[in-house]
Each structure stands twice: as C-alpha cells, then as structure tokens.
C-alpha cells in the first residue's frame, strides 16, 4: 500500500487537558500515545508509518486540508 505521510493536521486545545491520541497504523488498532494539551496549546503532527489515526478528546480546534473542525463540549 502506498501511504503519503506528507500531510500535517494541527490540533489546538481550546481547554485545559486535551487528549490527541494516536492510534496504531495496520491489523491492530490500538492508542500508542497520548498528548495532553492545556488552553492554548498547539500541536502539530502527521500521519506516520505508526500512526493511521487520531482521536481527540476535549474541546478543540483541528486544522486539516479538509477543513477546519471544532469538538463539541
Ligand atoms: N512516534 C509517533 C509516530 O511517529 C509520533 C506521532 C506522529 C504521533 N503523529 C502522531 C502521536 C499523532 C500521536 C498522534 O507515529
């Protein structure tokens, strides 16, 4: 399979104790990391040979190519 890991997505914590938490690429899924975030704060990451996914909890911005989300709180 062919993976382009060029593109980065920013996630901007809104609150206290965002959790950017990433998840295993392949068979299995599981978190191998989390990030906390307090307000403010801005992480800066992609998608890696590691990382398929990415699940935020808590309130936050996230800047893709796609767009820009926010979570709901
Ligand atoms: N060591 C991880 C990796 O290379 C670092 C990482 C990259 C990460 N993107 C992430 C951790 C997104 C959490 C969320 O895959």
């Given at each position: 399979?062919?993976?382009?890991?060029?593109?980065?997505?920013i996630v901007k914590?809104?609150?206290?104790?965002?959790?950017?938490?990433?998840?295993?690429?392949?068979?299995?899924?599981?978190?191998?990391?989390?990030?906390?975030?307090?307000?403010?704060?801005?992480?800066?990451?992609?998608?890696?040979?590691?990382?398929?996914?990415?699940?935020i909890r808590g309130?936050?911005?996230?800047?893709?190519?796609?767009?820009v989300i926010d979570?709901?709180?």
């Amino acid at each position: 399979m062919e993976t382009n890991h060029n593109d980065y997505f920013i996630v901007k914590a809104m609150d206290n104790g965002v959790q950017v938490i990433g998840l295993t690429r392949g068979q299995d899924t599981r978190f191998h990391h989390t990030e906390k975030l307090d307000k403010g704060e801005v992480m800066i990451a992609q998608f890696t040979d590691h990382t398929s996914a990415v699940k935020i909890r808590g309130k936050a911005k996230i800047m893709t190519k796609y767009g820009v989300i926010d979570t709901e709180e």
